[in-house]
């Protein structure tokens, strides 16, 4: 698995480069000659352009060669420099700059390339893995921060994105690492969510430009690829690599579930488009959720909820490897950037009352919601701090009815019944601490709340790209890079928040690349048809996980209260993400056991 260290031009990084040094890694240098770079990488190694006293290396999926890395860093005088250059890259990667000293490392908006940070012998490291960060520093789990993992939604800013590693932090989205020339280190924004003010065929337009360059970012000069090819998201991604010289090979995963209609919908998009190898996966063959979980090994650096299925989303990464693929093209992110949250109605009520009121009684009518709350959200004007304190009293109460509508700041999350009464303790100091100085990702709540679910969702994405990873495969995301995100997020409210059509924005986007036939789907295959199979056929599984639960020895759980759940189908009352972020949480724990940091 692949990972990767910076250190700045200081003296004082030298015990950690020797250290480093010591376990066989690769390593690029500083003009200066010291250590910069430091680690494994996994497939190609970091693109690096020198010119004088700077360096500019990119990690990840892009399109950059030296020599236009090499001609960027001749024109780069200071750090601040490379805003305006990097804001136009597409694909998805990590960048690390040296310029006369000085560090700078950013990853991207969602934390799909994050980036850590900590101090050693007085001085700021950088990396893209918590744990090789923690290993170096010999930092600890804190417990404290493990106990907000329990949590059944991992989207509560900033309490849930915390590494667990003592005294290892990560830099949030939109910002980067700057590392000054005596090694200390403070973050910098580079970026904010871009205002929503382009009309919907202007915004298509834009759109449709930056996921084909973001494709090409990673499919040029490949001979095979593969894709998912499932709903509308993995559907246009699958097309635009259709449309270039890679021979593209499809899968799709059918489900038990007898509404399920990926297969039929990909088979049609197939027939239409002609030259793309199509394999549909029998549900059958599929293993259901919680199957596998003694044999879970796949080394994180933070819990992965992920996990509960792990056997069952390998089965796609696994057949694509073995068909000779070294790229797997996914549709992740797509629905948290082209749904539309309704939060935007909360602004939009603001600004065109009319068209807010319409869309409002519309949402209403369809999920359904309750009308009276509707209207107290919406007339409520509390901060983002006023909401985490609302959460933090909030943790133990019942969850939010089915028909409460989703126009505020974020679902409130709560904690499970096991959890210990020191946890719940623990996690209601977290987010009333958050709440003294917590700012929202972004200005409104529909950004705020698209950006918070693309965060969390991302993070076990990258995950997953870590487990394909074991197979030689990269795991691409195109609707994470963020080029797209910004394409996506510009879009006017009224244009893409709708209850009357499904996604109409990447509708509009790929006319002329998906077939007219599958553009006109409005329906997605969701999974919960299998979950409580999987809880009744792996049972023992998750039992076994209850006897000496290494949660249980933290004092964040109750063992005891955790069987008696698990013994029985769940009740209604108990959301199935609660039960997975516990299982993540014991799983990770139980891993880190047995198995060696990377480096």
Not at 49 to 57: D, F, L
Request: proline fraction near 7%.
């Amino acid at each position: 698995m692949g990972w990767f260290v910076v250190l700045p031009d200081h003296a004082s990084a030298a015990p950690v480069g020797a250290a480093l040094r010591a376990r066989s890694v690769q390593e690029i240098s500083h003009s200066s000659g010291r250590p910069w770079l430091l680690g494994h990488w996994d497939g190609a190694p970091p693109a690096v352009g020198a010119a004088g006293a700077t360096r500019i290396a990119v990690l990840g999926d892009h399109a950059l060669t030296e020599d236009r890395l090499t001609a960027a860093a001749a024109r780069i005088r200071t750090l601040a420099d490379l805003d305006h250059w990097a804001a136009r890259l597409p694909g998805s990667f990590h960048l690390v700059a040296s310029v006369d000293g000085r560090i700078r490392v950013q990853g991207n908006v969602t934390g799909f390339r994050p980036v850590f940070h900590a101090r050693a012998h007085d001085t700021h490291l950088a990396g893209d893995r918590a744990d090789v960060l923690a290993a170096l520093t010999g930092a600890a789990i804190d417990e404290r921060r493990l106990a907000p993992r329990l949590l059944n939604s991992s989207a509560l800013h900033p309490v849930t994105a915390r590494p667990v590693w003592r005294g290892v932090d990560s830099v949030p989205g939109g910002h980067c690492l700057v590392i000054d020339a005596r090694g200390h280190g403070r973050t910098v924004r580079h970026w904010t969510p871009p205002e929503p003010v382009l009309p919907m065929a202007e915004g298509a337009a834009a759109l449709r430009e930056a996921l084909r360059d973001a494709v090409a970012a990673r499919v040029g000069g490949r001979e095979l690829v593969s894709c998912d090819l499932g709903g509308l998201d993995s559907t246009s991604v699958c097309c635009l690599a259709a449309a270039g010289p890679a021979r593209v090979v499809a899968y799709t995963a059918d489900t038990r579930d007898p509404m399920g209609s990926d297969a039929d919908w990909a088979r049609r998009t197939v027939a239409a488009l002609g030259g793309v190898e199509h394999h549909v996966i029998a549900g059958d063959d599929v293993p259901l959720v919680y199957d596998g979980l003694a044999d879970a090994d796949d080394l994180f650096d933070e819990p992965c909820p992920a996990v509960v299925h792990r056997t069952g989303w390998l089965v796609v990464p696994r057949a694509a490897a073995d068909r000779g693929s070294h790229l797997h093209l996914t549709g992740f992110g797509g629905d948290e950037l082209l749904a539309g949250s309704p939060a935007h109605l909360h602004t939009l009520l603001r600004r065109h009352p009319g068209v807010a009121w319409q869309r409002v009684r519309g949402f209403a009518a369809q999920r359904p919601w309750s009308y009276r709350e509707a209207v107290r959200q919406l007339r409520d004007t509390s901060t983002y701090g006023a909401w985490l304190a609302r959460v933090a009293d909030g943790l133990t109460a019942a969850p939010p009815a089915e028909n409460t509508p989703t126009l505020d700041w974020g679902m409130p999350p709560r904690m499970p019944p096991w959890a210990t009464p020191d946890a719940v303790a623990a996690v209601r100091e977290a987010v009333r601490d958050a709440a003294a100085t917590a700012r929202p990702l972004a200005a409104t709540r529909g950004q705020h709340v698209e950006l918070e679910a693309m965060r969390c969702t991302s993070r076990m994405v990258r995950q997953l790209a870590q487990m394909a990873g074991r197979f030689g495969l990269d795991l691409a995301a195109p609707y994470y890079d963020d080029r797209v995100i910004e394409a996506g997020m510009a879009v006017r409210a009224q244009d893409r928040v709708t209850p009357w059509a499904y996604k109409p924005l990447i509708t509009e986007a790929m006319r002329g690349v998906v077939p007219e036939e599958s553009l006109a789907r409005h329906t997605k295959d969701e999974g919960s048809y299998d979950v409580e199979t999987g809880l009744r056929d792996h049972r023992a599984g998750l039992l076994a996980l209850c006897e000496d639960s290494r949660l249980a020895r933290l004092g964040l759980i109750d063992a005891h209260a955790l069987r008696a759940v698990c013994e029985r189908p769940l009740p209604p009352s108990l959301q199935f993400d609660a039960l997975y972020q516990t299982v993540a949480c014991e799983v990770w724990l139980r891993t880190l056991e047995t198995a060696a940091v990377p480096s």
